[in-house]
């Protein structure tokens, strides 16, 4: 008999599921509806042994999910603008859309081979004008709420891909996607205001708690950065407004010895002297040039000049020298602060390179900060501050000192977030145009809904390459319009959407992906959301899981979905590593997918990767044997193949020890893909297996009912991991059309009890009780619950006793003194 044949396996039935539409789901209610989501890919390439891990668990959840009578969604398609495709036009003189298609449709073919369940019928693409239609439909529908503005600021520049990044994409100063070290450029941009919904996404955490990974709820918090202290108003020399400053620790008013504005803040232009204005500009020019990073680090020398100004302190209206220094940021607070160097070290390394007094106002009981140079930050007794002396620790002080100011109109409590505007421009080509017009007479002009949408000119090769301004001003034919307000001549906008404004809705649109009436059919959003499981990648962890949530929001106040959270579960899979470092070029531990597949089949690839440990953990491929798993599915397969043709065909009645392995193992299995541990899974299969071919070699034979229900639970448990091995098992067994479309095993509650023998116990060689125990009772257990029965007891009659002889489980027998 030959054996599982995976190549052929996979042509056979990745044709029938496409033509059966086997993963598209019912939709006519007749089962309750669940929605598992993808990451959906980016066309970089071919599929790679990423994409085979982060898919399979995917993958496994919604086939789990069908088994168990679910109408399942398990929709793909691409996030199709980008940059790479437009820097693979350039270097071949082509379209962005040639290099991204073709690309799409390599990739399509192989989530096929891949055997992934997918509904191809709602299949979309970022980069079609039936998409981002709706993409430039929903900006405009921020853009009517002031939720999408353009404000002129100091922006993230990537010197290597000539363009603005948003905050999220600058990782240690570096640009996420080259790793150019991020300049500053001052540009008139366009922002998604975010921060209106700093709370609400903190808030709604509570909702997903517990369904998300912990550390990608933690980095989201802290992104979000909410602090909470006050504002004080201080007078400046020679200014009729007074400044203000955000502060955590108001309740150290009385230690601060100077002032300190981000140098550029507008505030530090305008107070700096004349005489100091020199040294401030040669002073800012430096500062454009350094990274958050740097300016943030408490390790660098800190720098600043002094402007020539004083601030006055409103509580003892002494005068505070003001510098401009860059460890104090713009955009955060108010870009300005009070500093107080003995409690606070980025004041104090300050204080010590500009020589500035340092006065302790919290008696902590640590040596002093003004010759340690170590600043005390914590709670301790109020001193030099006549307002709080006597309070017991710092919430009454900073509750004292708030209300106190609040009460002169000089200050009140409040609340801050790290979390910044979402700057969406960007000066690249092969993205979705941002539908405004502007015009001379009128500002901004929203293009109309019936215009849209504002389809990208082509444009292709030389006129793409980077010029650090957008490529399509180039395109003056598609810039220069009429302006649809009044009519005279106006501009389209040039400058395209970060692709995360893409990918922050792409989930809505595969509920309805034909729909032509708005982004998506309320209707059928309703149905299907929100999402059920989501899969993909940690670093998604802030960037599009946040966007993603806020979009949901914002769609949620305008009335078109009815729930504040679009993801109810988070799954986040690990990486494939090889020889344990990440693969790449250099290190030529790089690993084909499609040269395993070949050499091993795709179940094995699968089962490998699933098997490896538990999803969230990295795989070492070095540390992997796809050649022995690929042996134990062909085991599986020949149990099918043995009960289809029983040697001796006699039907035994039924093995109840077999019966019981596969009850347990389906109720192992189900609680290990219900808490998606897939590793368990596999392993409880394997043992599965194992028994079974145990009933058959040395058992009742394969003809025994009992072996044939076991080969029956193997095809379908086995099917949402090694789908293509698990269809030949079920067509193999009679069953038709797919094992996709059979029902989970039930298990019989009877069957799980645990296998019980009899167990005699002597006493003088008389039997005197019968115990029910397990096989698998050791000696000392068995020994200990004889000598408890009753009818022993009885027996020994408050006799000690000389000697016990175990033959566990069956027999005890006991001798007395
Ligand atoms: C005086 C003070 C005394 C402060 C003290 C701290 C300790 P978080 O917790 O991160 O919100 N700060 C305010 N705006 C800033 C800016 N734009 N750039 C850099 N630093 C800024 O930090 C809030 C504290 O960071 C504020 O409280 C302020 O220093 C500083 F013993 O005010 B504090
Ligand atoms: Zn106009």
Avoid at 56 to 65: F, K, N, P, S
Avoid at 557 to 571: A, C, K, R, Y
Avoid at 690 to 705: E, F, L, V
Wanted: proline share 6%; hydrophobic share 40%.
């Amino acid at each position: 008999r030959v054996g599982y044949d995976a190549a052929a396996a996979q042509e056979k039935w990745q044709r029938f599921w496409e033509a059966d539409g086997t993963f598209t789901p019912l939709d006519d209610g007749s089962r309750e509806r669940r929605y598992m989501l993808d990451m959906f890919p980016y066309p970089s390439g071919d599929l790679h042994m990423g994409h085979a891990e982060a898919f399979v668990m995917g993958d496994i959840v919604a086939r789990y999910w069908k088994l168990c009578g679910y109408d399942v969604m398990h929709p793909i398609g691409w996030d199709s603008f980008g940059l790479p495709a437009e820097n693979a036009a350039i270097a071949r003189d082509a379209h962005p859309a040639d290099w991204t298609y073709a690309n799409i449709d390599t990739q399509a073919g192989s989530f096929k081979r891949y055997g992934l369940g997918l509904d191809w019928s709602r299949r979309l693409h970022t980069s079609d004008p039936e998409y981002y239609r709706w993409t430039q439909w929903l900006f405009l529908r921020f853009y009517e709420r002031g939720l999408a503005y353009r404000k002129d600021s100091y922006v993230n520049w990537c010197p290597n891909d000539q363009t603005v990044l948003a905050n999220e994409q600058v990782v240690q100063g570096l640009c996420e996607r080259c790793s150019a070290v991020v300049t500053k450029r001052k540009l008139t941009q366009w922002y998604f205001k975010i921060t209106d919904y700093a709370q609400r996404l903190l808030d709604d955490m509570s909702l997903i708690e517990g369904h998300w990974p912990d550390r990608v709820l933690t980095m989201q918090r802290n992104w979000i950065g909410r602090s909470e202290g006050a504002y004080v108003d201080f007078q400046v020399e020679g200014r009729e407004e007074p400044v203000r400053v955000f502060t955590t620790r108001p309740d150290t008013l009385y230690g601060a010895t100077f002032f300190v504005v981000a140098p550029e803040a507008a505030l530090a232009a305008e107070i700096v002297t004349d005489e100091q204005r020199p040294a401030f500009e040669e002073y800012l020019e430096a500062t454009k040039r350094a990274t958050e990073i740097e300016r943030q680090s408490s390790e660098r020398p800190k720098s600043g000049v002094f402007l020539g100004v004083h601030a006055i302190n409103p509580v003892n209206n002494e005068l505070l020298p003001i510098y401009a220094a860059d460890y104090v940021l713009a955009d955060y607070g108010t870009g300005a602060v009070m500093a107080v160097p003995a409690h606070d070290q980025r004041d104090l390394d300050f204080a010590k390179a500009f020589n500035l007094p340092v006065r302790v106002v919290v008696e902590t009981g640590l040596p002093d900060p003004a010759e340690t140079f170590v600043a005390t930050p914590g709670d301790g007794s109020y001193v030099n501050s006549p307002v709080l002396e006597g309070l017991a620790d710092k919430k009454a002080g900073i509750a004292a000192i708030t209300a106190s100011l609040a009460e002169q109109g000089r200050g009140e409590s409040a609340v801050t977030f790290r979390l910044r505007d979402w700057l969406l421009s960007r000066q690249r080509f092969w993205g979705c145009p941002i539908p405004i017009i502007h015009c001379a007479t009128c500002g901004e002009v929203p293009v109309p809904d019936d215009q849209l949408p504002v389809r990208l000119p082509d444009l292709r090769g030389a006129a793409l390459a980077p010029k650090g301004t957008s490529p399509l001003a180039s395109a003056t034919d598609w810039v220069n319009v009429s302006c649809p307000k009044c009519g005279g001549a106006a501009q389209r906008d040039t400058d395209t959407m970060d692709t995360f404004v893409d990918s922050s809705w792409y989930y809505f649109r595969y509920c309805s992906p034909n729909y032509t009436e708005g982004p998506f059919d309320p209707a059928e959003v309703a149905k299907w959301m929100p999402v059920a499981q989501y899969v993909g990648g940690v670093e998604h962890a802030i960037l599009h899981l946040l966007y993603s949530r806020f979009f949901t929001k914002v769609l949620s106040d305008i009335g078109l979905v009815d729930f504040p959270e679009p993801f109810m579960s988070l799954m986040n899979q690990g990486q494939v590593i090889n020889q344990g470092k990440a693969m790449s070029k250099s290190l030529g531990n790089g690993v084909d997918l499609g040269k395993q597949i070949d050499e091993f089949g795709v179940d094995a690839i699968r089962t490998t990767v699933v098997f490896a440990g538990p999803p969230e953990d990295d795989i070492d491929w070095a540390d992997v044997s796809p050649g022995s798993t690929l042996k134990f599915l062909q085991r599986a397969f020949r149990l099918a193949q043995d009960v289809a043709s029983p040697v001796d065909t006699d039907p035994a009645s039924g093995d109840l020890n077999l019966r019981r392995a596969t009850h347990r193992s389906v109720a192992d299995v189900t609680e290990a893909l219900e808490s998606k541990r897939f590793n368990v899974a596999v392993a409880r299969i394997m043992e599965l297996v194992n028994a079974t071919r145990k009933a058959i070699d040395a058992g009742p034979g394969a003809a025994d009912p009992a072996v044939r229900e076991a080969a029956e639970a193997v095809a379908v448990i086995l099917s949402p991991i090694a789908p293509y091995v698990a269809e030949e098992m079920w067509e193999l067994l009679g069953h038709t059309p797919s094992v996709a479309a059979a029902s989970w095993p039930k298990v019989d509650p009877a069957l799980l009890v645990a296998e019980q023998v009899t167990c005699v116990v002597q006493v003088q060689g008389k039997v005197r009780a019968k115990l029910d125990v397990s096989p698998s009772i050791s000696a000392e257990e068995l020994e200990a619950v004889a000598l408890a029965d009753p009818g022993v007891q009885r027996a020994l009659d408050g006799r000690a006793v000389r000697q016990v002889i175990v033959r566990a489980p069956k027999l005890v027998s006991i001798v007395p003194a």
